[in-house]
């Protein structure tokens, strides 16, 4: 089947999800938490990203989603390299530090300059160093394709979940 032989659905008569609608229903699948850390010359910044996946093998390259509006995102793109931070259960607070605009980020933390001058975070499952390769603006977010530079395995606790905007996997009330 070519593409010019793919029926389209049309728009009329749809209605589009509201914010909240799209958050409740998605929210339906979970997702790992990661915390995107970059520097420039202004100094270390990062930011709680929830949309992070494996793209391609050769070449390794992995997706990023992050608001193009936000404060840190612009920051790393300018610099063109961050890691990504896969938090374990346990690391709830260091997802506080970056989860929120007035997080206290970098303030009092243990964390090191990795090779690749990023921000490596101290006691997560992993890390992947990456360079930005491209950028799609989407809605109001950016959706970066990177080149892989390195992956560093941490340690072997349970990941981080986000599911039904909460933290964690719970049996539904009455099971």
Request: with cysteine.
């Amino acid at each position: 089947m070519t593409a010019e032989t793919i029926a389209r659905p049309t728009t009329a008569g749809s209605c589009a999800p509201t914010p909240d609608e799209m958050r409740r229903v998605m929210g339906q699948f979970a997702t790992g938490v990661t915390i995107v850390t970059g520097i420039d010359e202004e100094g270390p910044v990062g930011f709680a990203c929830q949309s992070f996946a494996s793209v391609s093998l050769e070449p390794a390259l992995i997706l990023i989603c992050a608001d193009h509006r936000g404060r840190a995102w612009p920051r790393i793109r300018k610099s063109g390299r961050f890691c990504v931070n896969v938090l374990h259960e346990d690391q709830s607070e260091l997802c506080a530090r970056f989860g929120s605009s007035r997080g206290r980020k970098y303030e009092d933390l243990d964390w090191e300059l990795s090779r690749w001058d990023t921000p490596s975070l101290p006691g997560v499952l992993m890390r992947v160093h990456a360079e930005v390769e491209n950028v799609h603006v989407a809605g109001d977010h950016d959706v970066i394709i990177a080149r892989v530079l390195e992956l560093d395995t941490v340690c072997e606790e349970r990941p981080m979940v986000f599911f039904r905007g909460k933290f964690g996997i719970e049996a539904p009330a009455g099971v």
